[in-house]
């Protein structure tokens, strides 16, 4: 088991900035690729970007590439997901979450379905 604590998020003007934090416990050994997800008022879930934790490596969706970072604190077992330039597209509950297998493609690493564990969600609003 991987319990997901989310942090952050709030409320922001365009053009502005927010961070969120995701911190794991349990058996953060077991977390093999972590990865934030997107859900706006009636929209499905969305793919936003993962890191793998154990190479680091990063991928991003198109509709965030160049604006939002992800990265991870191995010592505290936490990604964060720095969000700059925010646009009110942007506004969503942001949810966290855990895969604790491998995929051969980034389009199966994009996939709600290889997540094993999620956050509670953090909500954005983004305003214009």
């Known amino acids: 088991q991987v319990q997901l604590v989310e942090s952050g998020g709030g409320l922001v003007q365009a053009g502005g900035s927010l961070s969120l934090s995701c911190a794991a416990s349990?058996?953060?050994?077991?977390?093999?690729?972590m990865a934030w997800f997107r859900q706006a008022p009636g929209k499905e879930r969305e793919f936003v970007a993962y890191i793998g934790w154990s190479t680091g490596s990063a991928y991003y969706s198109d509709s965030v590439k160049g604006r939002f970072t992800i990265s991870k604190d191995d010592a505290k077992n936490t990604v964060i997901l720095q969000m700059n330039n925010l646009e009110p597209k942007d506004t969503a509950v942001y949810y966290c979450?855990?895969?604790?297998?491998?995929?051969?493609?980034?389009?199966?690493?994009?996939?709600?379905?290889?997540?094993?564990?999620w956050g509670q969600g953090a909500q954005v609003t983004v305003s214009s």
């Open positions: 979450a855990v895969s604790t297998v491998a995929a051969t493609t980034i389009g199966v690493r994009m996939l709600a379905t290889h997540y094993k564990y």
């Open positions: 349990g058996r953060p050994s077991d977390v093999y690729r």
